[in-house]
């Protein structure tokens, strides 16, 4: 069976973007009078066809538009550390993409080893995710910001941090919940993910302080981008609409 191919136009104006245009004309070899799917990444698939085509310009036609129902609830933000290298935080955001994710941070720690990254890139990456897994809603991609700052921002729903200090060193008494557990179904999310030398404890102090839970992914010790996957899998294992 042929794999229906989608385009992403966030405008659904009548033409695709020129990356688009020259993907669909020049490699695909699509011209006039071909049907087109596209996507805008905000919950609407359309059916196209095209109306004019050269090597960067690419017209269409919209012969339907099909909004798509959501597939999870409430809205889900998963923070993290990047690691040094920066394929294995491209890994992830394609992965996060794919399973299904409504925001994506990347956070400055005390003890990250990144301190700045191309926020453009990840949002490319992205984009070609949602598109391959056809998803209806492509995840907002925000740039590095400071953990203090992160941290001090309101936001609705729940806040979670996952760490692996223990209870005694962050001032709690325990046990911790795994996240699944805490997890309120169809409730708002922020889920926090450390560098690989962890979160520093005054950082999971001044979290808690703020009205982060403290939570577990379980007794196994994670990767940052596997932490970070695991904890986009378990928000939408809760939040899945069946």
């Known amino acids: 069976m042929k794999e229906t191919r989608f385009f992403y136009d966030p405008e659904l104006n009548g033409q695709l973007p020129e990356e688009e245009a020259r993907h669909a004309v020049r490699v695909l070899r699509m011209g ?34 099909i909004p798509q129902v959501p597939t999870w609830k409430g809205h889900l933000h998963l923070a993290v550390a990047p690691t040094k290298l920066n394929d294995r935080m491209e890994w992830f955001t394609e992965k996060a993409t794919e399973v299904g994710v409504d925001e994506l941070t990347f956070l400055r720690c005390q003890f990250s080893e990144r301190k700045d990254i191309k926020p453009e890139r990840f949002a490319k990456i992205a984009v070609s995710a949602m598109k391959q897994s056809h ?41 911790r919940p795994f996240l699944l557990d805490a997890l309120v179904e169809g409730e708002d999310a922020t889920v926090l993910i450390g560098p690989e030398g962890d979160f520093s404890v005054d950082e999971v102090r001044l979290a808690l ?25 378990l928000m939408q294992i809760k939040n899945q609409i069946r």
């Open 209 to 233: 302080n703020h009205g982060y839970q403290s939570v577990s992914l379980g007794t196994s010790r994670l990767r940052t981008e596997t932490a970070a996957l695991c904890a986009v899998h």
């Open 135 to 175: 998803k209806a809603w492509l995840p907002q991609v925000n740039d590095l910001m400071d953990f203090h700052r992160f941290i001090t921002t309101s936001r609705p729903g729940q806040k979670l941090i996952c760490h692996c200090y223990a209870d005694a060193d962050v001032g709690e008494t325990g046990p």
């Open 32 to 65: 006039e009078g071909d049907e087109v799917n596209l996507m805008d990444g905000r919950g609407t698939f359309c059916l196209a066809r095209i109306s004019a085509a050269t090597n960067h310009r690419c017209a269409y036609t919209i012969l339907a538009r």
